[in-house]
């Protein structure tokens, strides 16, 4: 009897980014069934994230303490989104917010979640999550090619009821279709 191929985001180091969305809540998840492949997850934060969710939802799962603070005081003296970033295996941003994605396509790097996409060199996941509206603006879907364009992998936005009552694109993609594209793009670059 052969055993059940492992997940290819097993034992790999993730950076799950976690923008300013009503779908944050759904990190705390993507957070937990990280784990259970066996993934080793740390959480970076932008600072509106955390009128959405706490660190500690986050630090409890993952067993890291979560970064959301650029000039964070540490014994390290290489900053965390530095090393994070440098040892990532793959980051994956989820949910991305039309904010964040705009400060992405731009290089902004105003928060610490920006300052490690400019540092890493890991395959980079951006799952976006907003308002229809904003999801179908312009703006928005030249910033997504942009990003796409740099190599930057997009998944989603679903389609339904969104948590503002409208209905169309926006919602943050099924989670599985989130992990299926991070493990996809670990294994091209094994």
Request: net charge negative; hydrophobic share 50%.
């Amino acid at each position: 009897m052969s055993e059940r191929p492992a997940h290819p985001l097993g034992g790999k180091r993730v950076v799950l980014g976690v923008t300013s969305s009503i779908a944050a809540y759904k990190a705390v998840d993507l957070t937990s069934r990280l784990r259970r492949l066996s993934a080793e997850v740390s959480v970076v934060m932008t600072p509106d994230a955390l009128e959405f969710v706490t660190p500690l939802s986050f630090e409890a799962i993952s067993g890291n303490a979560v970064v959301a603070d650029l000039f964070e005081e540490s014994a390290d003296p290489v900053p965390a989104h530095i090393s994070l970033g440098t040892e990532a295996d793959i980051v994956i941003v989820a949910p991305a917010s039309a904010d964040f994605i705009g400060r992405a396509a731009a290089g902004l790097a105003d928060n610490a979640l920006l300052c490690l996409l400019l540092v890493t060199r890991a395959p980079i996941v951006i799952a976006p999550a907003m308002n229809e509206a904003m999801f179908l603006n312009p703006v928005v879907q030249e910033n997504l090619e942009r990003l796409g364009r740099r190599g930057f992998l997009i998944v989603g936005p679903g389609e339904g009821r969104l948590a503002c009552g409208s209905e169309g694109p926006g919602r943050l993609a099924p989670l599985e279709s989130i992990l299926d594209r991070a493990g996809a793009a670990v294994g091209d670059n094994a």
